[in-house]
T-cell receptor, first 112, second 113 residues
């Protein structure tokens, strides 16, 4: 079956540092890929998505590129802020399936 | 446009009590979902409803029942609460389209003592 593997956290960074959170997946077909963010005490919200190979999703300074050859969708941001402290979830969904597959989540802590 | 709303936000139950968690969406989405989130376990799907009139079990359905009341509303019922059901519960909805991106509610924090 489908699966999503994320790097374990917490990831701890200083403000203005570069962020990478790794995500790899296994899927039988050609899934859509997502990053969701969960701020403390809130539900998940969609951060960005990519629907086909080589697509780049971007939002709020975050970027991720759909790499079919390495089955990866790593999340990056050039300069993190304290307000980016949250849990980040990588996910996929395949056409025809109503059920998405989520990674375990990676906690990001940004210090001033 | 409120998105996905959940009630209540917090609840404390005693073992054996019952309760219903309510969820509603105003985005005209066909599919709705119930998840639970526990520390170190990520999100686990309890039940989902692909469309109005249908419901299906997810990964952890035991101890729960659901009702898709209409296209907008999808409730989750705990008939006899157990301490193992202490968790944060999220409702989500999605369009029945190619990407199935999900929209989540703010969650219900449930403690069973």
């Amino acid at each position: 079956g489908d699966s999503v593997t994320q790097m374990e956290g917490p990831v701890t960074l200083s403000e203005e540092a570069f962020l990478t959170i790794n995500c790899t997946y296994t899927a039988t077909g050609y899934p859509s890929l997502f990053w969701y963010v969960q701020y403390p005490g809130e539900g998940l919200q969609l951060l960005l998505k990519a629907t086909k190979a080589d697509d780049k999703g971007s939002n709020k300074g975050f970027e991720a590129t759909y790499r079919k050859e390495t089955t990866s969708f790593h999340l990056e941001k050039g300069s993190v802020q304290v307000s980016d402290s949250a849990v980040y979830f990588c996910a996929l969904s395949e056409g025809g399936s109503y059920i998405p597959t989520f990674g375990r989540g990676t906690s990001l802590i940004v210090h001033p | 446009n409120a998105g996905v709303t959940q009630t209540p936000k917090f609840q404390v139950l005693k073992t054996g009590q019952s309760m219903t968690l309510q969820c509603a969406q105003d985005m005209n989405h066909n599919s709705m979902y119930w998840y639970r989130q526990d520390p170190g376990m990520g999100l686990r799907l309890i039940y989902y409803s692909a469309s109005e009139g249908t419901t299906d079990k997810g990964e952890v359905p035991n101890g729960y029942n659901v009702s898709r009341l209409n296209k907008r509303e999808f409730s989750l019922r705990l008939e006899s609460a157990a301490p193992s059901q202490t968790s944060v519960y999220f409702c989500a909805s999605s369009e029945s389209s190619v990407t199935y991106e999900q929209y989540f509610g703010p969650g219900t924090r449930l403690t069973v003592t």
